[in-house]
């Protein structure tokens, strides 16, 4: 199940051209949410102004534009700039509301109702209903080729893009602050005599880019982009092995301070993916490098290479929620479940926690067009509130990031927020370490 968007780039380029300097905003998806009308309420309700969306198998993609908010009330919403609309190839084909009046219905029963012409998800079915009626006429075969059965269907909210006049956190964008950033890395020692490198855990669900966190964070370091972890574009994990990543300093450099471990993505359903009880051997230091995960079966404490005492320098000494920016607002209760368990494992153990959200390039346009409209962006703020909401983690413990996933060169801007991530776990596990310090001289340990 993926939970990225079906709208391609181009698609929604061709929209928001229409509408203003906006983009779009994913607040349902009926793969991930369920084909229901009370999902796609809790989902939408209240918020404007909105564009659904329905793909079929015949490859239509067809829906339509509101500025009115959806609820429940059974009632018509007036709505002038409301219409319909298909795609020929790239090219937008809209079909305006003819009576304003009745442009959108609040049907407590249904999906997005625009009139009687267009129900999505039409009495909690993945199914649409369709009647090329006064209110939006159009032409039901140039629409969606008489094909009614969704293969699914998202809503998204239009989002102005603005910026702050100020950066809200401050950040030096030149090469000179990128050396003081890599030194401080490369110079970085553990306060524990018996532990010589940080050891920092990536987790979060699949596709999020944490095994391209890893490559990013290494391309910095060698100069060139590099991809020694496995990393790519899937619906299932690519990483099915527990790792354990050192960085050097250049090629034939000495190894950093910092060891990067990283593990199978986590799925939405509880038979697939990562299992929290490999999880929490992970955090205890019992598992080896290279161990199979096996998502029906945790790892036994008899099983081959468990280590059944293990010292601080094989525990983790800060976890990393890697997630992405563009998900965030539809991330599964399910996977919110998932990452609330591991929080709380993490905070029995009294580990320190970060967030680092990737992506955040494809989920804000002003921050594709500039790096450095990251700390300026509105939507990029509020997204890393809602990640804050979601996790239970202050805003202060939430890093954005770009990963090199296309580029072959490195961006200075780039290197900056990778780096300054880095920098944080590094000071989450000096929090570890006075933790563990106080403990021991308070007889705890």
């Known amino acids: 199940m993926s939970t990225n968007s079906c709208l391609s780039e181009t698609h929604q ?18 793969s991930v949410h369920g084909y229901t009308a009370a999902a796609f309420h809790q989902q939408c309700d209240s918020l404007s102004p909105t564009l659904s969306v329905g ?10 534009y509101t500025t009115q908010p959806f609820d429940q009330s059974g009632q018509y919403a007036k709505d002038d700039q409301a219409f319909l609309f298909t795609f020929e190839g790239r090219k937008l084909i809209k079909y305006p509301v003819a009576n304003a009046s009745y442009a959108v219905r609040m049907m407590s029963n249904s999906g997005p109702y625009f009139g009687e012409s267009l129900v999505l998800i039409n009495t909690g079915m993945p199914v649409v209903h369709s009647k090329a009626a006064s209110y939006y006429p159009f032409n039901a075969a140039q629409m969606h080729g008489n094909d009614l059965n969704l293969i699914d269907c998202e809503v998204y909210q239009l989002v102005e893009l603005t910026k702050f006049e100020d950066p809200w956190r401050t950040v030096t964008w030149n090469l000179e602050h990128k050396l003081e950033l890599m030194n401080y890395i490369e110079n970085y020692k553990p306060q524990i005599s018996s532990v010589s490198q940080a050891r920092v855990l990536l987790v979060g669900p699949v596709g ?4 391209s966190f ?9 100069g060139h982009v590099t991809n020694q972890a496995m990393s790519g574009c899937s619906s299932t994990s690519l990483t099915t092995q527990f790792r354990t990543y050192s960085l050097k300093a250049g090629r034939e450099g000495r190894l950093l301070p910092v060891i990067l471990c990283d593990t199978m993505g986590l799925e939405g359903s509880n038979d697939t993916g990562l299992d929290i009880e490999d999880i929490t051997s992970i955090l205890k230091g019992h598992l080896p490098d290279r161990y199979q995960f096996n998502p029906a079966t945790p790892l036994d404490s008899d099983a081959g290479g468990y280590c059944k005492s293990p010292s601080l320098k094989d525990k983790i000494h800060c976890v990393t929620y890697v997630l992405d920016a563009c998900n965030i607002s539809i991330m599964s209760a399910k996977m919110e479940e998932k990452l609330g368990a591991i929080r709380k494992k993490a905070n029995q153990l009294r580990i320190p926690q970060l967030v680092v959200l990737t992506k955040v390039d494809e989920a804000c ?3 594709k067009e500039d790096l450095t409209n990251i700390y300026q962006s509105i939507y990029i703020k509020e997204t890393m509130q809602q990640a804050s909401a979601k996790l239970g983690i202050p805003l202060s413990c939430i890093i954005p990031v770009r990963n090199y996933t296309e580029t072959l060169d490195l961006d200075i801007n780039c290197d900056i927020l990778l780096l300054s991530a880095l920098t944080q776990m590094l000071r989450s596990a000096d929090n570890f370490y006075d933790d563990f310090k106080s403990s021991v001289k308070c007889g705890k340990l």
């Open 13 to 30: 380029k061709a929209i928001c051209s229409q509408l203003g300097h906006v983009q779009l905003k994913l607040l349902y998806k009926a």
């Open 55 to 64: 793909y079929n198998a015949s490859g239509y993609i067809f829906g339509g």
């Open 208 to 211: 999020v880019g944490k095994s």
């Open 214 to 222: 890893f490559n990013s964070i290494n391309s910095v370091f060698r």
């Open 365 to 367: 346009l002003l921050v």
